[in-house]
């Protein structure tokens, strides 16, 4: 049965591949030219939240005035998002946090019905008001603000009446505590308008990136939910039935801290404090934990209950660093679960079994766990296939899922097989 099974996942796997293929391909197209001018340019802009601010009679004249220059040739390092902008802590604000406003002049055409798509790319939610009125934004900006990822957004303006300009402002948050460069704050790509009947075309497209830009976020999570049913079932049937259901814990783990990346940039169903916290704190920890065991139980040995002793308290290092904001006991259980996984492959190395398949699966694996060590270290982490970010992280759980199909195979074979004398315990 469990042949069937592998061959069957690693066919899903297959199709799932050309899937997302064909996703980054259409969403990294050229945005459609039409009726649409970028409102880059002059803006004001002021620190702090005043609601009077969105009024066309405040006066505005001593305010900082940024020039915001939106190029297409210039990306965000993360989707791929054309018009890339540097935030307001590289304009002369560099440790503001939550509200900023922003205020310009729009020449407005003879003739024709107008509708404004909202930045793309915000620090981290926001709310325009044309001629003083409200128009909508992204994220809830009260008194109890939740912001969500940036995505696009389309508003058809009311008619002009004949006016030949109106009064565009733009209430911008920037959730304080999530760990920010000296690029971050605010507006990171300028508003776009355009006309009625092109602006529901250039929505479209936005949305059609915005989707690729994390679609292998919701692909990788259902193969990893996929496999993590399988090692479940085939479990009780094979040699190491501890590496088996440590690792349908891994992958569900994993598959929740990457799905919520989608979930957090395609919906309002969680806002990115939440995620950072819940990333931080319970799904990360746990995804580290439970990959580092079930290679512990891999490797077998005598050793194997204190190596998972020790996994567990490096867990419970990270989680305490997490939940206090403790970067130094987060660095040191990163640091613990590296060592563990080299103390892993080295007892692999000198007495396991399927080693060549073992140390390949485990290596891809620490690609994606350690990635933040691999960067310091200067590894490229993300490339720009079809203009769409697909980072390190992704392209190693893409390729260790049919592994680990494979090692579960492997692992199943090994049941009856004759254990060494001295190496099992």
């Known amino acids: 049965m469990f042949q069937r099974l592998r061959f069957w996942f690693c066919s899903l796997s297959l ?12 969403g990294g197209r050229p945005d459609p030219v039409g009726a649409a001018k970028v409102l880059d340019g002059s803006w ?68 024709g019905d107008l509708a404004l798509l909202g930045p793309t790319m915000v620090d981290d939610g926001y709310e325009m008001f044309w001629n003083g009125k409200p128009i909508g934004g992204i994220g809830r900006l ?13 508003v058809k303006l009311p008619p002009s009446a004949g006016e030949h300009s109106a009064l565009l402002a733009i209430r911008a948050y920037m959730q304080p505590g999530l760990g920010r460069d000296n690029q971050s704050g605010g507006l990171r790509s300028a508003p776009t308008l355009a006309a009625a009947s092109f602006g529901k075309t250039l929505y479209n497209a936005q949305w059609r990136r915005t989707i690729a830009g994390y679609i292998v976020e919701l692909a990788l999570p259902i193969m990893m939910v996929l496999l993590a049913a399988i090692a479940l079932v085939v479990a009780p049937s094979t040699a190491r039935p ?32 939440t995620l950072d916290r819940q990333n931080a704190i319970l799904l990360s920890p746990l995804a580290m934990l439970a990959w580092t065991a079930a290679w512990n139980d891999w490797a077998d040995g005598r050793d194997r209950r204190i190596v998972l002793l020790t996994c567990i308290a490096a867990w419970m290092i990270r989680v305490v660093g997490a939940a206090t904001h403790a970067d130094a006991l ?25 080693r060549g398949l073992a140390l390949t699966t485990m290596a891809v694996i620490a690609i994606a766990l350690f990635i933040n060590e691999l960067s310091r270290l200067g590894v490229p982490t993300i490339w720009f296939p079809f203009n769409i970010g697909v980072t390190l992280t992704q392209y190693a759980y893409a390729l260790a899922l049919p592994l680990l199909a494979f090692a579960l195979s492997a692992a199943k074979g090994d049941v009856h097989a004759q254990p060494v004398p001295g190496l099992r315990n």
Not at 247 to 273: E, F, K, P, Y
């Open 15 to 26: 199709v799932m591949l050309l899937a997302v293929v064909a996703m980054l391909a259409i």
């Open 44 to 111: 004001r802009f002021h620190p702090g939240d005043d609601p009077s601010w969105a009024d066309p009679r405040t006066d505005d004249r001593n305010w900082d005035r940024i020039d915001l220059v939106s190029l297409p040739s210039n990306h965000d390092f993360d989707v791929g998002l054309p018009g890339y902008l540097a935030g307001w802590h590289a304009r002369g604000h560099p440790d503001l946090e939550g509200y900023g406003w922003y205020r310009r002049r729009v020449a407005l055409p003879a003739q």
């Open 142 to 154: 009260d008194h109890d603000p939740k912001v969500v990822g940036a995505r696009p957004f389309l």
């Open 242 to 273: 501890g590496f088996a259901r440590w690792l349908s814990v891994a992958l569900v783990a994993t598959a929740c801290l990457r799905l919520g990346n989608a979930v957090a940039s395609w919906t309002d169903l969680i806002g990115i404090s």
């Open 330 to 354: 987060v660095a040191i259980g990163r640091g613990v679960f590296a060592v563990l996984f080299v103390v892993i492959a080295v007892r692999i190395i000198a007495r396991g079994e399927r």
